[in-house]
DNA sequence: TAAAAATACTCCATAGGTATTTTAT
DNA sequence: ATAAAATACCTATGGAGTATTTTTA
């Protein structure tokens, strides 16, 4: 087969008409080039050169000369092309989002991703842990943005933040209490909770006692939204997490309430392939992440 | 600089998704072709494999399989294009041929071409030995079929045939005269010669003695038409290459003879740079020109 | 005769092979 | 536990260097 080596002296001999000064430019001796210009030739069963006190190329060399120097040019393609691949957080990259996460984060986070990677071309595709996960796997995502942990052995993880979970309940019933509420006040009213498959139904119930499981709501919402609606017409309370607050509970038909320590609290991260390549990539992206929240509010 | 090889086994990767299969694909072993992969994984500075139990193209790595294969394809269209090229007398070749020869030798020889190869492109060109000599020497003719030999250092050739020289003079002139006429008869009548610069002119003055050539006629035609048109009308006598005759003399208004043993003749042949590589062209050429010519006819 | 490419040879870089280890599922 | 790729190490091919010869103009 024909070398990149071949074509990279064939291509200075064409453009030079000679020997000496294309083995110069390509930095070798006459004699190295000679030889891979006669094994080229060798190669291509056909003369490209015609030699004497001048050379000059045959009419075949001629043609083969334009086609070699595309060639060079579409190689040096490839390394230009990954040279713009090399710069971290370039090209391409799949994001999946929970839809507990999706709604509160990217909107601060999508614009300064833009702004500082601007060759980035971030696809991002909102569904469940579940499905996140499964897509992962098969590869049609590289990276989820979740509650950690997940399950599953080929996953790494990069940890990002805790979101605290808030108690919502509906205006009024909270007044007078000055005090923080505890886990235990789930018990106190109806617990609403989100649809079936939404990791926050499952850490939700994960504080509860299992006398208060039975206290909550077994058809669920299909959106914090939704949620907070029901809460405000006095069905029951709810877990908001906190980065959800700002968007979801800025009415004053309910009442959020941090708890008192210890805080439940779901850790929010990045999960992707442990074989993907991309891990420094998705360190940046985290960054991005982390940098883009909003601050604390006291609640 | 990106190698051919690296572009194969990595081709070979793409499609077999599995290094294993690929590298047998390639005839080589795993080991060698990993390195090969890591080398241009190295050289591109991006990660082209995310490597697992079963190995997936990254974002980057599927682009660059695109244009390695689009590249791959491109180097094997050199060998295509080459070997349409290895046929003998298959390309462009641009041959030359002096006025007194094309008429008489191309009409048989260029059908014949074309019908042998026809993947030959030849170009054509009509002119003085002097200006043919002079493009083969800068490159803008490859081969040029004339009468030798020839002058100058550089040139090869390769002899074809021979051309004898006939007496052409006016209808009656000849009657009568049963012998053959010899060289010593070209005093008996004015020389009708060709205009300056046809080879023709000097060859036919060289059978002449010094008092013969004050007989020659000093403006000299363009052209054998012309030359023989001028001894038709009775101005005197001229030498006529013999394969001109059955185009130029089958008429009833001149005689042609054959001369008496030792017949002054030109030699026709074939002549080239002798850097030349399409030697074997040339002598396929020959042989075509040789086998195109129609047999000698008695005269 | 001078300039240029080809040849002869030597050496070393590196591609490739074998055996083994590491990694991922 | 097993399949697959990476690593370690060794060998050998062939690319490149130096010196020289051959060829062309």
Redesign the pocket.
């Known amino acids: 087969m024909i070398?990149t080596?071949q074509l990279t002296y064939f291509d200075a001999v064409a453009r030079h008409k000679?020997?000496?000064r294309a083995a110069e430019e390509c930095?070798?001796?006459?004699?190295?080039l000679?030889?891979?210009?006669?094994?080229m030739e060798r190669a291509l069963g056909v003369a490209l050169?015609e030699?004497?006190?001048?050379?000059r190329l045959t009419d075949a060399g001629d043609q083969i000369a334009a086609r070699a120097a595309d060639i060079l040019q579409r190689i040096d393609g490839l390394s230009d092309f990954a040279n713009s691949r090399q710069a971290p957080l370039s090209g391409q990259i799949r994001l999946g989002v929970i839809p507990s996460i999706a709604p509160y984060v990217l909107p601060q986070v999508l614009p300064e991703l833009q702004r500082r990677y601007p060759a980035l071309e971030l696809r991002v595709r909102e569904t469940l842990t579940e499905y996140l996960l499964a897509q992962l796997e098969d590869g049609s995502l590289d990276v989820a943005l979740l509650a950690l942990p997940v399950e599953g052995?080929?996953f790494d993880t990069l940890p990002l933040f805790d979101d605290a979970f808030l108690l919502a309940s509906p205006a009024g019933s909270a007044a007078g209490k000055r005090t923080r509420p505890t886990i235990d006040q789930l018990a106190d009213a109806p617990l609403l909770l989100l649809e079936e498959g939404h990791c926050l139904r499952e850490q939700a119930l994960s504080f509860c006692s299992l006398r208060d499981i039975e206290n909550a709501d077994s058809f669920g919402a299909s959106s914090l939204s939704t949620l907070v609606q029901m809460v405000a017409s006095g069905m029951g309370q709810t877990l908001l997490p906190e980065m959800s607050v700002t968007l979801e509970a800025g009415r004053n038909d309910i009442d959020v309430q941090r708890f008192a320590a210890p805080q439940p609290s779901r850790k929010v991260g990045l999960a992707f392939?442990?074989?993907s390549p991309l891990k420094a990539d998705f360190t940046a992206l985290g960054d991005v992440i982390l940098d883009a929240r909003p601050p604390a509010r006291d609640i």
């Open positions: 070398s080596k000679h020997f000496g930095a070798v001796t006459q004699p190295a000679s030889m891979q210009i006669q094994e050169v030699r004497g006190r001048t050379i052995a080929g392939r442990k074989t």
